[in-house]
């Protein structure tokens, strides 16, 4: 049973984010008091609440960022990390909203600052986060670019709202951005590589200008000539969402419900799901991801019956 300041949910769907792999994996430990199961997004119905759950009722439909727990036909989260289902949306769509908008707004809201007419590009922006991060960048009035591993996904992004989208194995980001900006650069840059783009990210990089790390898939250890970071005054950082306090979430929770979700209830923007397995196939969809060859989400269907079987929605 859930506890002061918590609900329970009974799972629709669970979102699978890259977290998920790195956990199983042991490379992302869930902390102490957290459920050791995979699964940091749902979507699905409160069946009950411990005391001080704010306004949160039984029978509510909700999608809720969670400690862990996800893929399970039920799950605890603390109350003010759970929104209601922007009117309009399906249930699988909600499931595939809060880990990635979270994230985002904390990174790119909360730590870069990103404003109106400034410059945001986005590394991976096919995935989940990246296609979110456009979309906020959008909502914030930002002039938005992203790198992509093939030309199909470029375009994808592109008919997303992105400017410029840029295959990083056929065109240097650098040289094309550059040319895009007359030679101005970005404002922030939101990575998920790591080193491997390091002087490049520094580079393209304009004077005061924030890079945000959010991964290290290309790794975290090398040499790189450091210089830009004192003749243009850059700013490096970066966040994981899964130790952030509870009173951090909520507030987190609180600027998406304010700046986000009437968006999203508008329909302006909707998550694209690439993907839906049912939970007894989940090593499917840990597999579609590992390989890099989705556009958008993948949803584990949680609900449905154990053996059913779910294409690729590709």
Same mark, same amino acid.
């Given at each position: 049973?859930?506890?002061?300041?918590?609900?329970?949910?009974?799972?629709?769907?669970?979102?699978?984010?890259?977290?998920?792999?790195?956990?199983?994996?042991?490379?992302?430990?869930?902390?102490?008091?957290?459920?050791?199961?995979?699964?940091?997004?749902?979507?699905?119905?409160?069946?009950?609440?411990?005391?001080?759950?704010?306004?949160?009722?039984?029978?509510?439909?909700?999608?809720?960022?969670?400690?862990?727990?996800?893929?399970?036909?039920?799950?605890?989260?603390?109350?003010?990390?759970?929104?209601?289902?922007?009117?309009?949306?399906?249930?699988?769509?909600?499931?595939?909203?809060?880990?990635?908008?979270?994230?985002?707004?904390? @990174? *790119?809201?909360? #730590?870069?600052?990103? %404003?109106?007419?400034?410059? +945001?590009?986005?590394? $991976? &922006?096919?995935? /989940?986060?990246?296609?979110?991060?456009?979309?906020?960048?959008?909502?914030?009035?930002?002039?938005?670019?992203?790198?992509?591993?093939?030309?199909?996904?470029?375009?994808?992004?592109?008919?997303?709202?992105?400017?410029?989208?840029?295959?990083?194995?056929?065109t240097d980001f650098v040289q094309a951005l550059s040319e895009a900006?007359?030679?101005?650069?970005?404002?922030?840059?939101?990575?998920?590589?790591?080193?491997?783009?390091?002087?490049? @990210? *520094?580079?393209? #990089?304009?004077?005061? %200008?924030?890079?945000?790390? +959010?991964?290290?898939? $290309? &790794?975290?250890? /090398?040499?790189?000539?450091?210089?830009?970071?004192?003749?243009?005054?850059?700013?490096?950082?970066?966040?994981?969402?899964?130790?952030?306090?509870?009173?951090?979430?909520?507030?987190?929770?609180?600027?998406?419900?304010?700046?986000?979700?009437?968006?999203?209830?508008?329909?302006?923007?909707?998550?694209?799901?690439?993907?839906?397995?049912?939970?007894?196939?989940?090593?499917?969809?840990?597999?579609?991801?590992?390989?890099?060859?989705?556009?958008?989400?993948?949803?584990?269907?949680?609900?449905?019956?154990?053996?059913?079987?779910?294409?690729?929605?590709?």
């Amino acid at each position: 049973m859930p506890r002061r300041g918590e609900v329970l949910i009974k799972v629709a769907h669970a979102g699978v984010n890259r977290p998920d792999i790195l956990q199983r994996r042991g490379e992302y430990p869930a902390p102490l008091d957290a459920s050791p199961v995979l699964g940091l997004e749902v979507s699905g119905h409160i069946v009950a609440t411990g005391p001080d759950a704010e306004s949160w009722s039984p029978g509510t439909p909700v999608t809720a960022l969670v400690p862990g727990g996800g893929y399970a036909e039920y799950c605890v989260t603390p109350a003010g990390q759970a929104l209601p289902i922007p009117e309009g949306m399906d249930m699988a769509s909600a499931a595939a909203l809060p880990e990635t908008w979270f994230t985002v707004w904390a @990174n *790119l809201v909360d #730590l870069a600052g990103l %404003g109106p007419n400034e410059r +945001l590009l986005v590394h $991976g &922006g096919a995935g /989940g986060i990246g296609l979110a991060a456009l979309a906020l960048g959008q909502l914030r009035g930002a002039h938005c670019f992203a790198t992509v591993g093939d030309d199909n996904k470029a375009a994808f992004c592109q008919a997303f709202g992105a400017e410029l989208a840029i295959n990083r194995h056929t065109t240097d980001f650098v040289q094309a951005l550059s040319e895009a900006t007359g030679g101005e650069g970005v404002d922030v840059v939101l990575d998920i590589v790591g080193m491997p783009y390091l002087e490049r @990210n *520094l580079k393209i #990089l304009r004077r005061d %200008g924030r890079l945000i790390f +959010l991964a290290f898939m $290309g &790794g975290s250890r /090398g040499m790189a000539d450091l210089a830009p970071i004192m003749t243009k005054r850059l700013r490096l950082t970066g966040s994981t969402m899964r130790a952030r306090s509870v009173a951090e979430k909520r507030a987190i929770r609180d600027a998406l419900l304010a700046h986000v979700w009437p968006a999203l209830a508008r329909g302006r923007f909707h998550p694209p799901i690439h993907a839906r397995f049912p939970l007894a196939k989940a090593a499917m969809a840990h597999t579609l991801m590992e390989a890099g060859a989705h556009t958008g989400k993948i949803v584990l269907d949680v609900a449905q019956s154990p053996d059913q079987a779910f294409p690729y929605n590709a």
